[in-house]
């Protein structure tokens, strides 16, 4: 067993030692009332199959998912309290077949919240998807990466059955389309969390176009090496998802600088910003977040009556990427960071990620500048 703060087998155990009170104090074990069977008599837990459904959930959220599908063949009643209780199950584990073991035990958990089915080597089926969109209708999790099998039936199959999904993985899932994941966006609207990485077919600008349109709950998208991905899309995402927070777009070959003030500007909650291998970024770009972070403070002390309503330095941006944007120069990178303390250049704590830009390794966070400073000022021994 597997405990979320390090309980171990024997704890259960002694656990619940203390909870067999066996009635009666001659017969011995069970059978000291004269009823066998290990049943209940008078409130007394006498076997694990007595264990009342709240401790027995409790017990199963301490253990991995293959233990849970085994308890659930103990008896008809732990079958019945596992399959109707339970709201989290993961797959990942089943390295062979696990399309069968999905088809026949997922249905069965209708009441489940959370759903992960990542695979190192594609194994689901349509046929599969949509058997578990059809049962599972307060999925909000869902994680398919992938799954290179699956085709436009699965997110069509999701768009109906599944529409309370907050958080959807289907990253390397390359065969769906962008007609698809648009339409899924239609039915989907509570998204908050969506991996595209690789869905290099699905990640159009006319799928993020449809995103932005209906999912305006967007905080985390990432694009990443979606090499269809262009200026439309993405600014149609920071005008319809203002809240957005996270967004990869490593090697989105296509994107400019349009991409990028878009985000800074209609995005006030941005937090990370991936432009790996984002060779059209410019100064320009860098200026613009610059300049965002000084347009929020205006903005906050003209609310707050100037009274510190800017927020703090935590604020903005805390993960910036723009390793091989190799048109960037020191100054305009250098504002950026002097905008924003949380992201750092310094040994260890490094937020401001510029591999392969040899032109920029004279930009430093503020604590680098003063670690430098503290040696230089500190008085050599000689004197």
Same mark, same amino acid.
């Not at 069970?30 to 006498?46: L, N, R, W």
């Not at 300049?291 to 935590?314: A, E, I, P, T, Y």
């Given at each position: 067993?597997?405990?979320?703060?390090?309980?171990?087998?024997?704890?259960?155990?002694?656990?619940?030692?203390?909870?067999?009170?066996?009635?009666?104090?001659?017969?011995?074990?069970?059978?000291?009332?004269?009823?066998?069977?290990?049943?209940?008599?008078?409130?007394?837990?006498?076997?694990?199959?007595?264990?009342?459904?709240?401790?027995?959930?409790?017990?199963?959220?301490?253990?991995?998912?293959?233990?849970?599908? /085994?308890?659930?063949?103990?008896?008809?009643?732990?079958?019945?309290?596992?399959?109707?209780?339970?709201?989290?199950?993961?797959?990942?584990?089943?390295?062979?077949?696990?399309?069968?073991?999905?088809?026949?035990?997922?249905?069965?958990?209708?009441?489940?919240?959370?759903?992960?089915?990542?695979?190192?080597?594609?194994?689901?089926?349509?046929?599969?998807?949509?058997?578990?969109?059809?049962?599972?209708?307060?999925?909000?999790?869902?994680?398919?990466?992938?799954?290179?099998?699956?085709?436009?039936?699965?997110?069509?199959?999701?768009?109906?059955?599944?529409?309370?999904?907050?958080?959807?993985?289907?990253?390397?899932?390359?065969?769906?389309?962008?007609?698809?994941?648009?339409?899924?966006?239609?039915?989907?609207?509570?998204?908050?969390?969506?991996?595209?990485?690789?869905?290099?077919?699905?990640?159009?600008?006319?799928?993020?176009?449809?995103?932005?349109?209906?999912?305006?709950?967007?905080? @985390?998208?990432?694009?990443?090496?979606?090499?269809?991905?262009?200026?439309?899309?993405?600014?149609?995402?920071?005008?319809?998802?203002?809240?957005?927070?996270?967004?990869?777009?490593?090697?989105?070959?296509?994107?400019?600088?349009?991409?990028?003030?878009?985000?800074?500007?209609?995005?006030?909650?941005?937090?990370?910003?991936?432009?790996?291998?984002?060779?059209?970024?410019?100064?320009?770009?860098?200026? @613009?977040?610059?300049?965002?972070?000084?347009?929020?403070?205006?903005?906050?002390?003209?609310?707050?009556?100037?009274?510190?309503?800017?927020?703090?330095?935590?604020?903005?941006?805390? /993960?910036?990427?723009?390793?091989?944007?190799?048109?960037?120069?020191? @100054?305009?990178?250098?504002?950026?960071?002097?905008?924003?303390?949380?992201?750092?250049?310094?040994?260890?704590?490094?937020?401001?990620?510029?591999?392969?830009?040899?032109?920029?390794?004279?930009?430093?966070?503020?604590?680098?500048?003063? @670690?430098?400073?503290?040696?230089?000022?500190?008085?050599?021994?000689?004197?």
């Amino acid at each position: 067993m597997v405990g979320k703060e390090n309980l171990r087998t024997e704890d259960l155990n002694l656990c619940f030692e203390k909870l067999m009170m066996v009635a009666g104090g001659g017969g011995g074990g069970c059978g000291g009332g004269g009823e066998k069977g290990g049943k209940m008599k008078a409130g007394v837990i006498t076997e694990w199959k007595d264990i009342p459904v709240e401790l027995l959930m409790q017990i199963l959220s301490l253990v991995d998912d293959q233990t849970v599908i /085994t308890a659930s063949a103990v008896c008809r009643g732990w079958r019945d309290a596992i399959y109707f209780g339970l709201a989290r199950l993961s797959l990942s584990w089943c390295s062979k077949n696990m399309n069968n073991l999905a088809l026949s035990l997922v249905p069965k958990f209708t009441k489940l919240q959370t759903l992960i089915l990542r695979q190192d080597k594609p194994q689901l089926e349509d046929y599969t998807v949509e058997t578990i969109a059809n049962c599972c209708h307060d999925l909000q999790i869902l994680d398919l990466s992938k799954s290179f099998k699956l085709t436009d039936r699965s997110l069509y199959a999701i768009a109906h059955g599944c529409p309370d999904l907050t958080k959807l993985n289907i990253s390397g899932c390359s065969s769906f389309s962008d007609n698809a994941l648009a339409y899924l966006a239609g039915f989907c609207r509570k998204l908050k969390v969506l991996n595209l990485c690789g869905c290099v077919r699905a990640a159009t600008d006319t799928a993020l176009q449809a995103i932005g349109h209906y999912c305006n709950q967007l905080q @985390s998208l990432n694009l990443g090496w979606c090499e269809n991905v262009g200026d439309v899309g993405v600014m149609s995402l920071a005008y319809g998802c203002p809240d957005l927070r996270i967004v990869d777009l490593c090697g989105c070959v296509l994107i400019t600088d349009d991409s990028v003030i878009a985000l800074a500007s209609r995005c006030p909650r941005l937090r990370s910003l991936g432009l790996y291998y984002c060779k059209n970024i410019t100064d320009r770009a860098m200026y @613009s977040l610059a300049q965002s972070k000084v347009n929020k403070r205006m903005w906050g002390s003209v609310k707050g009556g100037g009274g510190g309503g800017g927020g703090n330095d935590d604020d903005g941006l805390r /993960t910036l990427n723009i390793s091989q944007c190799t048109a960037l120069t020191p @100054s305009a990178v250098q504002a950026v960071c002097d905008s924003f303390p949380s992201l750092h250049t310094c040994s260890g704590r490094h937020s401001l990620i510029m591999s392969g830009c040899l032109n920029l390794t004279s930009v430093h966070c503020a604590c680098a500048v003063h @670690s430098h400073r503290a040696i230089n000022n500190f008085p050599h021994p000689a004197h």
